[in-house]
């Protein structure tokens, strides 16, 4: 299947054939179900102490504590706070003694300068403790071989990249999948895509001059940069649906009556790939050395990676819609039909997690505010805080807990993710413009 020049091999029916193949797992998740509702009562007041004591990326230092001090209550977790040299980073771990796959829940905590809450991580939290807890239990219950981890993992907003930190310090050795979700209003979806990203800051360095007695003598920085930036303008008409190009100029050069000797820009791409940003920064950064190229200025060009799109394993996201579905009262909207991707036009930095191994980053939707607001909105941060929101972050963890036990209990199951993860990347490093 190819969409918008992302290829993605469906195994869905492989997938929903094996499924439905072992119904006998099926009977995990009414005690699942169960089991997250006891726990409801005890996650609520962590929920609303999180909602209302919002923490900055990274600082998140209280909810570390909270969530820390509340996993070390639980029977059988073995839990390490400012984990890997991030002081609000913490890691628990429930082993059950015997080898088998090692499933992972992320916890995000962190809030939005001003706003609050508005991006809903503390409804992430509640749905991976949910999840995690919830399959530990099952682990105990039915002597299920392997590992769970859940993991607080702080800076998510900005380009903080608290993931990639821990994935880069080891975090992640050994972990065979990571689950996730994300609140927002409007998809019910573990099928998720998101954008990848990336900054780059362009600076001229030409040769000032009078502009009125010897503007020969100069070289115009800002001439570079219009140049640049009309070359962008063209090169849109050619970029793919999903290409964003945001350019702004920083500096426009001084005085009239001097020839600019520098100006700045900065310029924002968002795609739907990885690789498809590789090509993008190049056809952008071209334009950028045009600029240079027409006047004689020198060009700097400085690059952020921004975080990596994310990319949804199959086996994993209908292991996860089934359970949705077998619970009761099904919220709308439902998960689309079979096989379609919900497309989010922000990035995470679980899509660089997607890279390393299989990965879903489920989106729900919780009941929206009056003005029904997305997502960094202030309306949002009101509906994350709603009772009926954290009602709707359990289904969540119920379902997450169902797809994660499936994978301990099903010999067999985990090859077939990481096949299907496989074929996915191997299919994201072909050319997409062949
Ligand atoms: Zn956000
Ligand atoms: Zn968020």
Request: proline letters at 6%; a negative charge.
């Amino acid at each position: 299947m190819e969409v918008d020049g992302f290829i993605l091999v469906s195994r869905e029916d492989a997938c929903q054939r094996s499924i439905s193949r072992n119904s006998s797992h099926d009977s995990f998740l009414p005690e699942i179900d169960k089991s997250v509702d006891g726990l409801g009562p005890w996650l609520l007041p962590l929920n609303q102490f999180i909602h209302d004591n919002p923490e900055l990326a990274f600082r998140e230092h209280q909810a570390h504590d909270v969530l820390t001090r509340f996993m070390r209550s639980q029977d059988g977790w073995n839990v390490v706070s400012s984990a890997y040299g991030m002081e609000t980073a913490w890691v628990a771990k429930f082993d059950s003694g015997k080898a088998g796959p090692v499933v992972s829940f992320n916890v995000e905590m962190d809030a939005l300068d001003g706003l609050g809450h508005a991006c809903g991580h503390n409804l992430i939290a509640m749905a991976s403790l949910a999840a995690g807890l919830a399959t530990a239990e099952m682990v105990r219950r039915h002597s299920l071989p392997g590992k769970v981890l859940v993991l607080g993992t702080p800076g998510e907003e900005g380009v903080g990249g608290g993931k990639i930190r821990l994935l880069e310090a080891g975090a992640y050795d050994g972990v065979d999948i990571s689950l996730i979700s994300h609140p927002g209003i409007l998809n019910n979806s573990p099928l998720v895509r998101t954008t990848a990203f990336a900054r780059l800051e362009v600076e001229y360095f030409g040769r000032a001059a009078h502009a009125a007695n010897s503007p020969w003598l100069g070289i115009n920085a800002l001439d570079a940069l219009v140049i640049a930036y009309n070359a962008v303008s063209v090169l849109r008409q050619q970029t793919m649906a999903t290409d964003v190009i945001g350019l702004s100029i920083t500096n426009g050069g001084g005085p009239t009556n001097v020839i600019h000797p520098f100006a700045a820009g900065i310029c924002v791409l968002r795609t739907a790939s990885s690789s498809r940003l590789k090509e993008l920064q190049e056809k952008v950064s071209a334009c950028f050395r045009a600029g240079a190229d027409a006047t004689g200025a020198r060009v700097e060009i400085k690059v952020t990676r921004g975080y990596a799109d994310h990319v949804p394993n199959r086996v994993l996201a209908a292991l996860y819609t089934k359970c949705w579905n077998a619970l009761p009262n099904v919220p709308d909207p439902p998960i689309p039909p079979t096989g379609e991707l919900t497309w989010v036009k922000a990035s995470t930095d679980q899509g660089n997690l997607s890279y390393a191994m299989p990965s879903v980053n489920a989106s729900f939707a919780i009941p929206p505010g009056p003005q029904k607001g997305q997502p960094h909105s202030p309306d949002f941060e009101k509906a994350s805080g709603t009772k009926l929101a954290f009602d709707r972050a359990l289904r969540v963890g119920k379902s997450l807990a169902g797809a994660a036990v499936q994978v301990l209990a099903e010999p067999g199951l985990l090859d077939q993710i990481k096949d299907q993860w496989r074929r996915d990347m191997d299919a994201l490093k072909q050319p997409l413009l062949e």
